[in-house]
């Protein structure tokens, strides 16, 4: 029986975990707004069992320059996707600041009764 070795299996974990982030901000880049964050239930089960494992490890010895290195890059993967969802959250909100603003010109208001759908 092979003896399970918490430091590799954290190291796998966090690899896991970067490449999820890396294909979700891949995703969001090209996303399909109608679908859900692919992986997201999967990344939320991955960073829970890594806070497990990293409590029940703490107070051991230091972390191996492998797993240093992992969480690095991990981290630099969580930033990026990060900055990619507040930029996406902007855009978004200048969407929707756009269309409430032809709510009028399209629907009309107590002054106008607006234009019809097939009209420019």
């Known amino acids: 029986m092979s003896e ?4 590799r ?7 896991t ?7 979700q901000r891949v995703w969001l880049a090209h996303a399909d707004w109608g679908q859900d964050l692919p992986d997201a239930e999967r990344r939320n089960s ?4 890594l806070s497990r494992l990293r409590a029940e490890v703490t107070g051991n010895a230091a972390s191996a320059p492998d797993l240093s290195q992992a969480v690095c890059g991990l981290q630099e993967a969580y930033s990026e996707l990060d900055h990619a969802l507040r ?3 902007v855009v978004l909100q200048e969407a929707l600041a756009l269309l409430r ?3 009028t ?6 002054a106008s009764p607006g234009r ?3 009209s420019a």
Not at 9 to 15: A, N
């Open 4 to 7: 399970v070795v918490p430091e």
């Open 9 to 15: 299996d954290e190291l796998e974990m966090v690899r």
């Open 17 to 23: 975990l970067t490449s999820l982030l890396q294909q």
């Open 46 to 49: 991955l960073v829970w069992r």
């Open 87 to 89: 930029l996406a959250s």
């Open 101 to 103: 603003g032809q709510n």
């Open 105 to 110: 010109a399209v629907y009309g208001d107590h």
């Open 116 to 118: 019809s759908l097939g």
